[in-house]
Nanobody
C-alpha cells in the first residue's frame, strides 16, 4: 500500500509564505515525477509545479517566480515553497507521485488527500 501525506497548509495573509510538504510511504520501488496541483472551488484541478528525479522543474505561469518546488529523493518527499501569496492562490493543494511499487510494475499516479491553503486579502 502507498500513502502520500501532505502537510503545511493553513491561513496566511496576502504577501505571506507557506511551505507544503508531501511524503510518500509504503511499498515503493521508484518514483519519477512528483508534482503539486491545486483545486479552487468551482474549478478543475490544475498543475501548479512538477519536478523529475533529476531535478528538472516546470511551473504554471501564474506561480513562476513566487513558488519553488523541490524534493528529497532519499525521503520520497516533495516540497512547495510558496512566497508572495495572493488571494487567488487559495485552493486545496494536492500532491501527486508517479511511481511503481515493484520493478515489474508500470508507473501509476498516486494522490495525497489534499491540504487547504487560504490567503486573505
Amino acid at each position: 500500500q502507498v500513502q502520500l501525506v501532505e502537510s503545511g497548509g493553513g491561513l496566511v495573509q496576502a504577501g505571506g509564505s507557506l511551505r507544503l510538504s508531501c511524503a510518500a510511504s509504503g511499498s515503493i520501488f521508484s518514483i519519477n515525477v512528483m508534482s503539486w496541483y491545486w483545486e479552487a472551488p468551482g474549478k478543475e484541478r490544475e498543475l501548479v509545479a512538477a519536478i523529475t528525479t533529476g531535478g528538472r522543474t516546470t511551473y504554471a505561469d501564474s506561480v513562476k517566480g513566487r513558488f519553488t518546488i523541490s524534493r528529497d529523493n532519499a525521503k520520497n518527499t516533495v516540497y512547495l515553497q510558496m512566497n508572495s501569496l495572493k488571494p487567488e492562490d487559495t485552493a486545496v493543494y494536492y500532491c501527486k507521485a508517479n511511481l511503481r511499487r515493484t520493478r515489474f510494475d508500470t508507473f501509476g499516479a498516486y494522490w495525497g488527500q489534499g491540504t487547504q491553503v487560504t490567503v486573505s486579502s
